[in-house]
């Protein structure tokens, strides 16, 4: 059985079971893929996708977060990206496997 809901919503009733199955809003399929795009987009936004590259550690720096690379001076660092806001990605030559965010500027 097909019905609507007090605030207009199209449903449909499956009386043997029992369950209510709400219909989707028209152009729902649309909508989605623009938030997909828009998800995507935003994503980019937020790295920017670098070639690797090695760079050395100028001053050192700790780490507040297990998200963060602490640095000391002379430390090399595969850079695998760089955030907007001037945050690069990477990891340490001696620790490849941790990968973590550090200021750029260092």
């Given at each position: 059985q097909r019905g609507y809901s007090q605030e207009g919503e199209p449903y449909y009733y499956h009386a043997a079971s029992q369950a209510t199955q709400w219909e989707a809003p028209a152009g729902w399929r649309e909508d989605l893929a623009e938030a997909g795009e828009r998800a995507r987009a935003h994503q980019a936004s937020l790295s920017e996708e670098v070639e690797p590259e090695l760079a050395r550690a100028v001053y050192a720096f700790?780490?507040?977060?297990?998200?963060?690379?602490?640095l000391d001076a002379g430390d090399v660092v595969l850079v695998s990206g760089k955030e907007e806001d001037g945050w690069w990605t990477g990891a340490k030559q001696?620790?490849?496997g941790r990968v973590g965010l550090f200021p750029g500027s260092y």
């Open positions: 700790a780490g507040a977060g297990s998200g963060e690379l602490s001696s620790e490849p």
